[in-house]
């Protein structure tokens, strides 16, 4: 199994660089992952995607050796592993509330001892059986992440719990839901957002968990220096709409 380029940052003391696509097209991923990122976020929650096109992302990125994770939406057991079977890097999944939330995700996700994922072993992720069983079983624990998402204020009364948890990899706060879930929607920078991303922070390190969130590039250090070592950056869907805007600009003097 490829080892998680995210994880062996993570693991040397550096930040890991994440780049964010909405568009599920295996040749936006091509695209992006020849930037050589450590690893692209794939979004099935606020996306239309589908497994098969999810899947040849992956497939794109590992031409690359770049990782991918999946940000799932809130479903069964399948949504989970399938995109893991498909070899995915690392799964998101948003709008991990309690203990119970953390520990449900962690067992649907995580192989004994840490969790109870059903083991399968035929598909990508094994290279089709040709990943000895053992060895199938320990390194999708070790080098494959989950990343649970922080984007609720009522997730902080039960931060120290959930980072506290084995098999829980990594915490990220999201502050879009956030904001708006106290009321004042996209004000990223509010002092009350400002403070549960400085303490998502401060949990997951102390707890040895990875600390993880989106930033614009004029805030990849600052955040840093505040103690996230995985951060996502930018947008596929960002920079075309830039980009045709800025073409289309050019025509504004043209009678």
């Not at 250090?221 to 805007?245: E, P, W």
Request: charge should be negative; proline fraction near 4%; hydrophobic fraction near 45%.
């Amino acid at each position: 199994m490829r080892p998680s380029r995210v994880l062996r940052a993570v693991r040397e003391g550096r930040v890991a660089r994440m780049l964010k696509l909405n568009i599920a097209d295996a040749k936006i991923a091509e695209i992006f992952a020849a930037a050589q990122p450590d690893a692209l976020w794939l979004c099935m929650e606020h996306t239309s995607a589908t497994h098969e096109q999810i899947e040849n992302q992956i497939r794109a990125a590992k031409l690359y050796d770049v990782d991918t994770l999946v940000r799932v939406p809130r479903g069964s057991y399948s949504d989970y592993a399938r995109p893991l079977e498909a070899d995915a890097t690392g799964l998101m999944v948003p709008h991990v509330l309690n203990i119970d939330d953390a520990r449900r995700v962690r067992d649907m996700t995580k192989f004994a001892p840490l969790g109870r994922r059903a083991v399968d072993g035929g598909n990508n992720d094994a290279q089709f059986t040709r990943v000895s069983f053992l060895d199938y079983l320990k390194t999708a624990n070790t080098e494959r992440f989950v990343c649970h998402q922080i984007e609720d204020p009522e997730a902080l009364d039960h931060l120290e719990a959930i980072a506290e948890l084995d098999g829980v990899d990594c915490l990220f706060f999201g502050p879009g839901d956030f904001s708006v879930a106290l009321g004042m929607p996209g004000e990223l920078q509010a002092p009350e957002v400002k403070a549960a991303r400085q303490r998502v922070a401060e949990v997951a390190r102390r707890h040895g968990k990875i600390a993880a969130t989106v930033c614009g590039k004029a805030q990849i250090k600052d955040y840093a220096d505040l103690g996230y070592n995985f951060l996502s950056v930018g947008a596929d869907v960002v920079a075309l709409a830039q980009y045709a805007d800025d073409l289309m600009a050019a025509f504004e003097d043209i009678r």
